[in-house]
């Protein structure tokens, strides 16, 4: 979603954009997150307001996924929605400084454009150029963030059998699937002859 700073009047404007499954792979896939699928389209509102020089952006976004159940792998739908809030703030100008040592503190060196991608003191306050807003790249931070990690299908899902690979869930296979202690895994391998009774 872009959003030109002009279109923003006193009293805010409310935008909403509906983001594609294939975008949504796309973020996942390029972000690493291959457990995750888009199940379908995700809807992104946002309103945005003029705040003491700054543009504040509140949004609230429904994604629709799919993953895996991480004891059977089950494919499961979940829909995840999530609110965030950003201030939005027109890029300062580069400054030059010099590459000799300063006395000035490492913030004050960082604001001018020497280090940091953004001032550990104002973690949701992202940049834009002072024309336009795009919140592709603050949408994608926040879905990532999002994401919740070791999904199950259900509370008491039994996973699959570490032995032959069954369902649990559906059935019980039968197998024995006791630890065996390593120390005694030498065994196995002796045949003895049968004895006559």
């Known amino acids: 979603m872009i959003v030109a700073v002009d279109e923003i009047g006193n009293s805010g404007i409310d935008r909403a954009e509906g983001i594609a499954a294939e975008a949504l792979d796309e ?20 309103r945005f307001d003029k705040v003491a020089g700054k543009i504040l952006m509140r949004a609230r976004a429904l994604v629709r996924l799919q993953t895996d159940c991480k ?10 929605p999530f609110e965030f809030t950003v201030q939005f703030s027109s890029k300062p100008a580069r400054v030059e400084v010099d590459a000799r040592p300063s006395s000035e503190p490492k913030r004050l060196r960082d604001e001018v454009g020497t280090g940091a991608s ?36 259900r509370d008491d899902c039994k996973g699959l059998c570490p032995v032959c690979g069954e369902q649990l869930n559906q059935r019980e296979c039968g197998c024995d699937r006791r630890p065996m202690d390593p120390r005694w895994e030498a065994l196995r391998s002796i045949k003895l002859p ?4």
Not at 71 to 80: Q, Y
């Open 27 to 46: 973020t996942l896939r390029e972000a690493g997150e291959s457990d995750w699928r888009a199940a379908g389209e995700a809807t992104f509102e946002a």
């Open 71 to 80: 004891r059977c792998l089950v494919a499961m739908p979940i829909e995840l």
């Open 118 to 153: 953004f001032d550990l003191s104002a973690p949701d306050e992202e940049f834009f150029d002072g024309k336009a807003i795009d919140t592709a790249e603050v949408f994608r931070e926040q879905l990532l963030l999002n994401l919740p990690m070791g999904l199950v299908c």
């Open 194 to 197: 049968p004895t006559e009774s």
